[in-house]
């Protein structure tokens, strides 16, 4: 397995840099790699998904434990060491792709439902985690390294100032817990922050189903539009539903909330119930249209 010792003779060989704009930080102690793979209880022959496989320090972890790697790498740096790493291993498969854009769905008709393990880079991870929440059907659990603050933001309390509207998404279709945390010297180059293991499992039967899951998702950000402010000043654009003020005031209603209180005070199960009375509402008047 690659030593923080091997990680920088590569860099200098290849005549690469770590872009810190890319959230390039490469976990390199040897023990959080173990702890890793062993706490997301990686088995032999499983098929597992890497996103932002680096020099494949990772990769190499979840290969000694008999898995077989997806590995998603954007930087063609980077993608170039890979490929001479684990030319000719048949267990890996590397992919050179964006997470952001990539056809998970493809992905997921190759190898079934996804299984997720990777030290996610820090500046996409949050864009990644909305990904992965819209697409949550595609996955079974993720496994990953973010910054401590971000994943604390995933498990934090209504009326808290790191909730928002990624909590209340993750918090109506996933379980989620911090597993571990791994300071600064773990990786290189060494980050200013301490990372998080964390676990995210979507199961069959969400925590809190909706009906409507887009809707969910275009009331929950607007009810943060605003901080401090109140869901009636938030919510003043009711087309965004389909429907009348009246009737967003009727939908709150019928689903005990009160439009006097602030959005980030409402907890997932609360959204989720007043996203599904703005779907009977709005069924209600396409009926009485016809």
Do not use: C
């Amino acid at each position: 397995m690659s030593t923080p010792v091997n990680v920088k003779k590569t860099f200098r060989e290849k005549g690469l840099t770590p872009k810190k704009w890319m959230g390039q930080n490469l976990l390199v102690d040897k023990l959080y790699l173990s702890k890793i793979v062993q706490a997301a209880r990686v088995n032999p022959g499983e098929s597992i998904v890497e996103i932002g496989a680096g020099l494949g320090v990772l990769t190499e972890a979840l290969l000694a434990r008999g898995a077989k790697v997806w590995a998603l790498e954007v930087d063609s740096g980077f993608y170039k060491v890979l490929q001479e790493k684990f030319e000719g291993n048949p267990d890996v498969e590397l992919i050179h792709a964006d997470a952001l854009k990539y056809d998970f769905r493809s992905l997921a008709q190759r190898i079934g439902v996804l299984r997720v393990v990777a030290n996610l880079p820090y500046n996409i991870s949050s864009r990644l985690l909305f990904r992965f929440h819209e697409h949550r059907n595609l996955f079974a659990s993720l496994h990953i390294l973010l910054q401590k603050e971000v994943a604390e933001r995933l498990v934090s309390d209504p009326g808290t100032k790191d909730y928002g509207v990624l909590t209340v998404l993750l918090g109506t279709s996933a379980s989620i817990e911090i597993l571990f945390d791994i300071p600064g010297k773990a990786f290189y180059p060494a980050p200013d922050v301490v990372s998080s293991f964390v676990k995210v499992e979507f199961p069959e039967h969400a925590p809190v189903p909706v009906r409507d899951p887009q809707l969910l998702n275009i009331l929950t950000k607007a009810s943060f539009t605003g901080r401090r402010k109140t869901l009636r000043n938030t919510l003043r654009n009711p087309a965004l539903f389909g429907i009348s003020m009246d009737e967003v005031v009727d939908a709150a209603s019928d689903a005990a909330i009160d439009l006097n209180r602030r959005g980030e005070t409402l907890s997932p199960a609360e959204f989720g119930r007043f996203a599904d009375a703005l779907v009977k509402r709005r069924e209600s008047r396409t009926a009485s249209e016809k």
